[in-house]
């Protein structure tokens, strides 16, 4: 997107400024992707089920499967599951050579964050939602992503910390689907295949596997629990203050 094309949030009186350009210039129809997608489900528990519990074939099924539905909407944790893929069976892992499973889940993922890319863009036809675009600090965020979008996204999808923000902020600038798909993939493959590589040369376990769920989930309560318990009292607050409010 062309920066040029932004209006000035200190120009605008602190907003973004009523002239902001739209997300993107065609409409997106969730039924498009996710009906393709729905049916990909279904072959793939067929090749699961038809090919027998514990082979290769059901474990990279599994493993495609499983991040190709995890999105910012439905927030898995997926550290484990690359872990455990590459981790020697006799730890109770599966085995599976790290450069496959860096692929297949890379893949995988990419997959996953097109959910985000047709949800949010359809979630900001809201005026409640696309009012998060006028604001002063989503310009200034804007305008430093779009100095570089493809490695700023691809940089923010290799780093394992929970910086969703950037995948989102490409999203809402209504960045190209082929690049965005394509920046999932150049960050998290080599994301995917260091942690592999370590389960598949350090022998880890099942107990370790356990315990990065655990931390995982740990982090992701630690992250969206204290929003929404803010979100809960405000609205609690609401209805005392209104009463309170003279006529």
């Not at 062309?2 to 210039?25: E, I, K, V, Y």
């Not at 050579?97 to 889940?105: E, I, K, R």
């Not at 689907?177 to 350090?202: D, H, I, M, Q, T």
Request: net charge positive; hydrophobic share 45%.
């Amino acid at each position: 997107m062309d920066n040029s094309s932004r209006t000035d949030p200190a120009a605008a009186g602190g907003g973004g400024g009523d002239d902001l350009p739209p997300m993107r210039r065609e409409p997106l129809r969730l039924w498009d992707w996710f009906l393709p997608f729905f049916a990909m489900l279904a072959v793939l528990a067929a090749v699961y089920l038809l090919s027998g519990k514990g082979s290769t074939t059901a474990h990279l099924v599994f493993l495609f499967g499983y991040l190709s539905i995890a999105c910012t909407f439905l927030p898995l944790p997926t550290a484990w599951l690359v872990i455990l893929a590459a981790a020697p069976e006799a730890g109770g892992g599966f085995g599976l050579p790290p450069l496959l499973v860096a692929t297949v889940g890379a893949i995988g993922t990419a997959i996953g964050n097109m959910h985000d890319y047709y949800l949010l863009t359809f979630l900001y036809k809201y005026e409640g939602v696309d009012r998060v675009r006028r604001t002063r600090w989503y310009g200034r965020v804007a305008d430093w992503y779009n100095r570089a979008p493809f490695g700023t996204l691809a940089a923010g999808s290799f780093l394992p910390i929970p910086i969703d923000f950037v995948r989102l902020l490409a999203i809402s600038e209504g960045y190209s689907r082929l690049r965005f798909v394509l920046g999932s993939l150049v960050g998290r493959w080599p994301r995917y295949f260091f942690f592999a590589l370590v389960a598949r040369e350090f022998n880890l376990t099942w107990q370790w596997v356990l315990g990065i769920a655990g931390a995982t989930v740990a982090l992701g309560m630690w992250r969206g629990l204290p929003p929404l318990v803010r979100k809960l009292q405000d609205r609690r607050r609401r209805p005392r203050n209104a009463k309170e409010t003279p006529e």
